[in-house]
Protein backbone atom coordinates (compact mmCIF):
# COMPACT_ATOMS: atom_id res chain seq x y z
CA UNK A 1 0.00 0.00 0.00
CA UNK A 2 1.39 3.67 -0.98
CA UNK A 3 2.13 5.76 1.63
CA UNK A 4 -0.41 8.56 2.45
CA UNK A 5 1.20 12.16 1.70
CA UNK A 6 -0.47 15.27 3.93
CA UNK A 7 -0.79 18.74 2.12
CA UNK A 8 -1.53 21.90 3.65
CA UNK A 9 -4.18 23.54 1.34
CA UNK A 10 -4.95 27.41 1.12
CA UNK A 11 -9.08 28.27 -0.01
CA UNK A 12 -11.27 31.35 -0.56
CA UNK A 13 -15.06 30.89 -1.03
CA UNK A 14 -17.95 33.25 -0.99
CA UNK A 15 -19.70 32.74 2.52
CA UNK A 16 -23.21 33.84 1.50
CA UNK A 17 -24.35 30.64 0.30
CA UNK A 18 -23.44 28.31 3.07
CA UNK A 19 -24.07 27.32 6.37
CA UNK A 20 -20.03 28.18 7.39
CA UNK A 21 -17.24 26.57 6.68
CA UNK A 22 -17.63 23.44 8.80
CA UNK A 23 -19.39 20.16 7.38
CA UNK A 24 -22.94 20.02 8.24
CA UNK A 25 -24.96 17.03 8.58
CA UNK A 26 -26.32 15.37 5.23
CA UNK A 27 -30.01 16.45 6.44
CA UNK A 28 -29.73 19.55 6.57
CA UNK A 29 -31.00 21.82 4.00
CA UNK A 30 -27.99 24.20 3.64
CA UNK A 31 -24.44 22.59 3.92
CA UNK A 32 -21.15 24.09 4.42
CA UNK A 33 -18.32 24.77 2.68
CA UNK A 34 -16.41 21.51 4.17
CA UNK A 35 -19.15 19.25 2.68
CA UNK A 36 -18.36 20.18 -1.17
CA UNK A 37 -15.00 19.44 -0.60
CA UNK A 38 -15.78 15.87 0.44
CA UNK A 39 -18.85 14.78 0.16
CA UNK A 40 -21.37 17.12 -1.93
CA UNK A 41 -22.43 16.45 -5.78
CA UNK A 42 -18.96 18.20 -6.50
CA UNK A 43 -17.16 15.66 -3.80
CA UNK A 44 -13.73 17.15 -4.67
CA UNK A 45 -11.66 15.12 -2.78
CA UNK A 46 -12.66 11.95 -3.48
CA UNK A 47 -13.19 12.42 -7.26
CA UNK A 48 -9.36 12.23 -6.90
CA UNK A 49 -9.90 8.28 -6.62
CA UNK A 50 -7.95 8.20 -3.10
CA UNK A 51 -7.41 4.76 -1.36
CA UNK A 52 -8.54 5.90 2.39
CA UNK A 53 -11.41 8.31 3.35
CA UNK A 54 -10.63 11.97 3.22
CA UNK A 55 -11.19 13.75 6.15
CA UNK A 56 -9.95 17.67 5.60
CA UNK A 57 -9.11 19.22 8.86
CA UNK A 58 -9.90 22.81 8.21
CA UNK A 59 -7.61 25.34 10.67
CA UNK A 60 -9.99 28.45 10.75
CA UNK A 61 -14.04 28.36 11.95
CA UNK A 62 -16.49 30.95 9.95
CA UNK A 63 -19.52 31.26 9.93
CA UNK A 64 -22.52 31.38 7.71
CA UNK A 65 -22.64 34.64 5.50
CA UNK A 66 -18.66 34.84 6.49
CA UNK A 67 -16.43 34.81 3.48
CA UNK A 68 -12.42 34.17 3.36
CA UNK A 69 -10.04 35.55 0.83
CA UNK A 70 -7.73 32.72 2.53
CA UNK A 71 -8.91 29.88 5.12
CA UNK A 72 -6.62 26.46 5.13
CA UNK A 73 -6.84 22.67 5.80
CA UNK A 74 -5.00 19.95 5.93
CA UNK A 75 -5.33 16.53 4.39
CA UNK A 76 -4.07 13.13 3.89
CA UNK A 77 -4.41 11.28 0.83
CA UNK A 78 -3.22 7.71 -0.39
CA UNK A 79 -3.06 6.52 -3.58
CA UNK A 80 -3.01 3.18 -5.24
CA UNK A 81 -0.09 1.20 -5.34
CA UNK A 82 2.27 2.29 -7.23
CA UNK A 83 1.19 5.74 -8.01
CA UNK A 84 3.42 8.47 -6.88
CA UNK A 85 1.55 11.35 -4.57
CA UNK A 86 0.30 13.95 -6.27
CA UNK A 87 1.94 17.26 -6.75
CA UNK A 88 0.93 20.35 -4.92
CA UNK A 89 0.22 21.98 -8.63
CA UNK A 90 -1.65 18.94 -9.63
CA UNK A 91 -3.96 18.33 -6.57
CA UNK A 92 -5.49 22.41 -7.15
CA UNK A 93 -5.72 22.01 -10.63
CA UNK A 94 -7.83 18.92 -9.66
CA UNK A 95 -9.82 19.78 -6.96
CA UNK A 96 -10.37 23.44 -8.42
CA UNK A 97 -11.90 21.22 -11.57
CA UNK A 98 -14.59 19.25 -9.39
CA UNK A 99 -15.39 22.61 -7.64
CA UNK A 100 -15.82 24.96 -10.48
CA UNK A 101 -19.90 24.79 -9.78
CA UNK A 102 -19.23 26.68 -6.30
CA UNK A 103 -18.03 29.46 -5.40
CA UNK A 104 -15.41 28.08 -3.52
CA UNK A 105 -11.78 27.85 -4.59
CA UNK A 106 -7.98 26.20 -4.03
CA UNK A 107 -5.87 28.77 -4.37
CA UNK A 108 -2.35 27.13 -3.01
CA UNK A 109 -0.80 23.74 -1.89
CA UNK A 110 1.99 22.47 -0.42
CA UNK A 111 3.36 18.99 0.96
CA UNK A 112 3.69 18.81 4.41
CA UNK A 113 5.00 16.67 7.32
CA UNK A 114 3.06 13.79 8.24
CA UNK A 115 2.30 15.44 11.88
CA UNK A 116 1.92 19.05 10.83
CA UNK A 117 -1.59 20.42 11.94
CA UNK A 118 -3.23 23.48 10.09
CA UNK A 119 -5.22 24.15 12.94
CA UNK A 120 -2.74 24.41 15.86
CA UNK A 121 0.44 25.12 13.33
CA UNK A 122 -0.89 28.71 12.77
CA UNK A 123 0.82 31.39 13.63
CA UNK A 124 -2.12 34.01 13.51
CA UNK A 125 -4.79 35.05 11.62
CA UNK A 126 -6.40 37.85 10.07
CA UNK A 127 -9.81 39.09 9.55
CA UNK A 128 -11.14 42.00 7.79
CA UNK A 129 -14.61 43.77 8.41
CA UNK A 130 -15.73 45.92 5.63
CA UNK A 131 -18.47 48.76 6.49
CA UNK A 132 -20.22 51.31 3.75
CA UNK A 133 -21.50 54.74 4.75
CA UNK A 134 -23.26 57.33 3.05
CA UNK A 135 -26.35 54.76 2.93
CA UNK A 136 -28.14 52.10 5.62
CA UNK A 137 -29.38 49.00 3.85
CA UNK A 138 -28.40 47.15 2.03
CA UNK A 139 -30.81 47.55 -1.33
CA UNK A 140 -28.69 51.05 -1.45
CA UNK A 141 -25.86 49.16 -2.69
CA UNK A 142 -24.33 48.47 -5.41
CA UNK A 143 -25.16 45.52 -6.54
CA UNK A 144 -21.90 43.67 -6.94
CA UNK A 145 -21.12 44.66 -3.01
CA UNK A 146 -24.58 43.55 -1.49
CA UNK A 147 -23.85 40.57 1.11
CA UNK A 148 -19.89 41.82 0.87
CA UNK A 149 -20.78 44.94 2.92
CA UNK A 150 -22.23 46.26 5.93
CA UNK A 151 -24.22 49.48 5.23
CA UNK A 152 -23.86 51.06 8.41
CA UNK A 153 -25.13 54.67 8.02
CA UNK A 154 -26.20 57.75 5.70
CA UNK A 155 -23.84 59.63 7.92
CA UNK A 156 -20.07 59.49 7.97
CA UNK A 157 -18.40 57.36 11.22
CA UNK A 158 -15.87 59.61 13.34
CA UNK A 159 -13.08 57.40 12.37
CA UNK A 160 -10.69 59.29 14.27
CA UNK A 161 -12.10 58.34 17.03
CA UNK A 162 -12.63 54.67 16.54
CA UNK A 163 -9.27 54.55 16.15
CA UNK A 164 -8.52 55.71 19.42
CA UNK A 165 -10.82 53.11 20.80
CA UNK A 166 -9.16 50.41 18.72
CA UNK A 167 -6.00 51.05 20.59
CA UNK A 168 -7.40 49.88 23.64
CA UNK A 169 -8.23 46.35 22.34
CA UNK A 170 -4.59 45.71 21.40
CA UNK A 171 -2.75 43.37 23.67
CA UNK A 172 -3.13 40.15 25.90
CA UNK A 173 -7.21 40.65 27.70
CA UNK A 174 -9.79 38.67 28.90
CA UNK A 175 -12.36 38.81 25.94
CA UNK A 176 -15.27 37.33 27.75
CA UNK A 177 -17.47 40.41 27.19
CA UNK A 178 -16.45 39.74 23.20
CA UNK A 179 -17.21 36.49 22.74
CA UNK A 180 -20.69 34.81 22.10
CA UNK A 181 -21.63 31.69 24.02
CA UNK A 182 -21.68 28.72 22.80
CA UNK A 183 -20.78 24.64 23.59
CA UNK A 184 -17.19 25.46 23.50
CA UNK A 185 -17.31 28.38 25.47
CA UNK A 186 -16.93 26.35 28.97
CA UNK A 187 -13.77 24.74 27.60
CA UNK A 188 -11.98 27.95 25.57
CA UNK A 189 -9.66 30.54 27.47
CA UNK A 190 -11.21 33.98 27.01
CA UNK A 191 -7.38 35.47 27.12
CA UNK A 192 -6.60 36.34 23.64
CA UNK A 193 -3.89 38.46 22.74
CA UNK A 194 -5.09 41.33 19.96
CA UNK A 195 -1.75 41.97 17.38
CA UNK A 196 -3.61 44.43 15.56
CA UNK A 197 -6.30 46.42 15.39
CA UNK A 198 -6.33 48.56 12.51
CA UNK A 199 -9.42 51.36 11.14
CA UNK A 200 -8.25 52.51 6.95
CA UNK A 201 -9.99 53.54 4.24
CA UNK A 202 -11.32 50.68 1.62
CA UNK A 203 -11.85 50.02 -1.73
CA UNK A 204 -14.54 49.19 -4.58
CA UNK A 205 -14.48 49.27 -7.82
CA UNK A 206 -18.51 49.27 -7.67
CA UNK A 207 -18.04 52.82 -6.30
CA UNK A 208 -16.34 53.99 -8.53
CA UNK A 209 -19.48 55.18 -10.33
CA UNK A 210 -20.81 58.57 -10.12
CA UNK A 211 -24.41 56.90 -8.61
CA UNK A 212 -22.52 55.87 -5.80
CA UNK A 213 -19.48 58.36 -5.43
CA UNK A 214 -21.58 59.26 -2.30
CA UNK A 215 -20.80 56.00 -0.80
CA UNK A 216 -17.23 55.17 1.62
CA UNK A 217 -15.97 52.01 2.02
CA UNK A 218 -13.85 51.34 5.42
CA UNK A 219 -12.15 48.50 6.64
CA UNK A 220 -11.17 47.25 10.28
CA UNK A 221 -8.73 45.00 10.27
CA UNK A 222 -7.95 42.66 12.83
CA UNK A 223 -4.81 39.97 13.71
CA UNK A 224 -4.37 37.59 16.28
CA UNK A 225 -3.44 33.74 16.77
CA UNK A 226 -6.80 32.95 17.39
CA UNK A 227 -10.21 34.10 17.92
CA UNK A 228 -13.27 33.78 20.17
CA UNK A 229 -16.94 32.77 18.90
CA UNK A 230 -17.86 36.24 17.28
CA UNK A 231 -15.21 37.77 18.96
CA UNK A 232 -14.40 39.91 15.63
CA UNK A 233 -17.59 40.50 14.82
CA UNK A 234 -18.55 42.10 18.62
CA UNK A 235 -15.39 44.49 18.41
CA UNK A 236 -16.74 45.32 15.29
CA UNK A 237 -20.07 46.64 16.49
CA UNK A 238 -18.54 48.27 19.15
CA UNK A 239 -16.09 50.14 17.36
CA UNK A 240 -18.89 51.07 14.73
CA UNK A 241 -21.18 52.32 17.84
CA UNK A 242 -18.06 54.11 18.91
CA UNK A 243 -17.98 55.61 15.55
CA UNK A 244 -21.47 56.58 15.66
CA UNK A 245 -20.95 58.40 19.33
CA UNK A 246 -23.64 55.67 20.49
CA UNK A 247 -20.64 54.67 22.62
CA UNK A 248 -17.03 56.33 23.87
CA UNK A 249 -13.77 54.96 23.76
CA UNK A 250 -14.07 54.74 27.39
CA UNK A 251 -16.98 52.07 27.32
CA UNK A 252 -14.90 49.57 25.26
CA UNK A 253 -12.39 49.56 28.51
CA UNK A 254 -15.21 49.45 30.86
CA UNK A 255 -16.78 46.45 28.48
CA UNK A 256 -13.37 44.54 28.72
CA UNK A 257 -13.38 45.24 32.50
CA UNK A 258 -16.78 43.41 32.81
CA UNK A 259 -15.57 40.02 31.27
CA UNK A 260 -18.76 38.58 31.32
CA UNK A 261 -20.50 38.50 27.29
CA UNK A 262 -24.01 39.41 28.51
CA UNK A 263 -22.32 42.65 29.60
CA UNK A 264 -22.34 43.38 25.48
CA UNK A 265 -24.73 46.13 24.57
CA UNK A 266 -27.84 44.49 22.58
CA UNK A 267 -28.33 45.16 19.39
CA UNK A 268 -24.53 46.20 18.01
CA UNK A 269 -22.86 42.90 16.96
CA UNK A 270 -21.68 43.38 13.11
CA UNK A 271 -24.05 40.98 10.85
CA UNK A 272 -21.84 38.41 9.08
CA UNK A 273 -21.55 39.63 5.76
CA UNK A 274 -18.99 42.09 5.87
CA UNK A 275 -16.64 40.14 7.41
CA UNK A 276 -13.47 38.24 5.68
CA UNK A 277 -11.04 36.00 6.95
CA UNK A 278 -8.17 37.95 5.16
CA UNK A 279 -5.19 35.00 5.90
CA UNK A 280 -3.96 32.63 8.01
CA UNK A 281 -0.16 32.69 8.69
CA UNK A 282 2.63 29.96 9.14
CA UNK A 283 5.85 29.67 9.76
CA UNK A 284 7.62 29.13 5.75
CA UNK A 285 9.69 26.43 7.74
CA UNK A 286 6.73 24.23 7.35
CA UNK A 287 6.30 24.75 3.61
CA UNK A 288 9.65 24.11 2.86
CA UNK A 289 9.72 20.25 4.24
CA UNK A 290 12.62 17.78 2.91
CA UNK A 291 11.20 14.76 1.55
CA UNK A 292 13.26 12.46 3.81
CA UNK A 293 11.15 14.30 6.60
CA UNK A 294 7.42 14.05 4.30
CA UNK A 295 7.99 10.43 4.41
Not at 134 to 150: A, D, I, T, Y
Amino acid sequence: MAAKARYLIFFQYCGTRYSGVMKSPSDQPIFGVQNYLEVCDSNAVQNLRPVNEVNIAISSRTDSGVHALCNSAHLDIQRKEGKPPFSAELLVNALNFHLKPEPISVIKAFRVADNFSARFRALSRTYVYRLVTGCWHHSQLPVFERNLCWPVSNTPLNTDIMKEAAQILLGTHDFSTFRSLNSETPFKSPLKTLLQVDVTPGFSISLQQNFHSHLKVWELTFRSRSFLYKQVRRMTGALVAVGQGRLMPRHIADLLEMRDSRAYPQNIIAPPDGLFLKNVEYDTKDLEVEESVIQ
